[in-house]
């Protein structure tokens, strides 16, 4: 059972780069999520999904898009990538306001 | 607006004391949901208990235990006996929306628990 993918596990990018961070369930899980983690800040909610064609943004979007075609898939994308968007990157599914699986975590480095 | 608040930024304790971790949330809905994570030192994120808004019953799983409170909006963690294998963040979090709509399932800044042997 695979859960919750989520792809790279690291990644450098130079300032002004942009990219996307991917991730998959197989739970038929109609809620995803992004979240940021950084030292002291816990973890901050980036966008979320109720279902396919529904995004809506968290307490921290800016920066970054997603969109959701399906309900298996919910990729980040940063536009251009800044020093400030240096974290690691969580992707998580769930049924609503139920236990969330989480991805292996991203650790993205801007340079 | 939603909000967790876990004031405790880093606790250290010796080897079987005992330790309480506090979450303090506000929401305006009237059904919501909290819950426990656990991030151990690897990085993955592991789910320990929910409760949802109208059951304030404690609930007790071998040394852990939660006291949820309406009245002062509160949803602590006990760990009973502490063990090292304890050591780790512990996140508090909220999930909301039947009410408001919008289904943010938010999470407090953590607190890291460190039981020295």
């Known amino acids: 059972n695979a859960g919750v993918t989520q792809t790279p596990k690291f990644q450098v990018l130079k300032t002004g780069q942009s990219m996307t961070l991917q991730c998959a369930q197989d739970m038929n899980h109609e809620y995803m999520s992004w979240y940021r983690q950084d030292p002291g800040m816990g973890l901050r909610l980036i966008h979320y999904s109720v279902g396919a064609g529904i995004t809506d943004q968290g307490e921290v979007p800016n920066g970054y898009n997603v969109s959701r075609s399906t309900t298996e898939d919910f990729p980040l994308r940063l536009l251009s990538a800044a020093p400030s968007q240096t974290s690691v990157y969580f992707c998580a599914s769930s049924r609503l306001n139920t236990e969330a699986f989480f991805g292996q975590g991203t650790r993205l480095t801007v340079v | 607006a939603q909000k967790v608040t876990q004031a405790q930024t880093e606790i250290s304790v010796v080897e079987k004391e005992d330790v309480t971790l506090d979450c303090v949330y506000e929401t305006r809905d009237t059904t919501y949901y909290l819950f426990w994570y656990k991030q151990p030192p690897s990085g993955e994120l592991v789910f320990l208990i929910r409760?949802?808004?109208?059951?304030?019953q404690n609930e007790i799983s071998g040394r852990y235990s939660w006291n949820f409170q309406k009245s002062t909006s509160s949803f602590n963690f006990t760990i009973t006996a502490s063990q090292v294998v304890d050591s780790a963040v512990y996140f508090c979090?909220?999930?909301?929306?039947?009410?408001?709509?919008?289904?943010?399932?938010?999470f407090g800044t953590g607190t890291r628990l460190k039981v020295l042997a």
């Open positions: 979090a909220l999930s909301e929306g039947i009410t408001s709509g919008t289904y943010k399932y938010i």
């Open positions: 409760r949802n808004s109208f059951d304030e």
